[in-house]
């Protein structure tokens, strides 16, 4: 099993700037993709960037050049981190860490963050 502990959302201004974290912990020895999804009222959940253990790294369009995924691989955990920069209106959303397992095809979600950005 994997646990996912998220970080970092709050109320910021267009604009501005947020970093959020996830921390996976528990049997991480074979997360090989670690995944930023975010949901918006009214709407699917949707893909916004991924960091592979390789160092791939990939986003959706309408956020690149605004935001970078990090990755650090611990003894004991795994941390994705997403710093969000220039912010609009439209990046307001429950902000959900996913964690996706190699080796036995699992899947798991963090309890979401949100980000709400004020126009």
């Known amino acids: 099993q994997v646990q996912l502990v998220e970080s970092g959302g709050g109320l910021v201004q267009a604009g501005g700037s947020l970093t959020l974290s996830c921390v996976a912990s528990?049997?991480?020895?074979?997360?090989?993709?670690m995944e930023w999804h975010r949901q918006a009222p009214g709407e699917q959940r949707e893909f916004v960037a991924l960091a592979s253990s390789s160092g791939r790294e990939n986003y959706k369009d309408s956020v690149k050049g605004r935001f970078t995924i990090s990755r650090a691989d611990a003894l004991n955990t795994v941390t994705v981190s997403l710093q969000m920069t220039s912010l609009k209106f439209d990046d307001t959303a429950v902000y959900y860490c996913r964690a996706r397992d190699s080796r036995t095809g699992a899947d798991y979600w963090g309890q979401g963050t949100q980000v709400t950005v004020s126009s």
């Open positions: 528990g049997s991480i020895f074979s997360l090989s993709i």
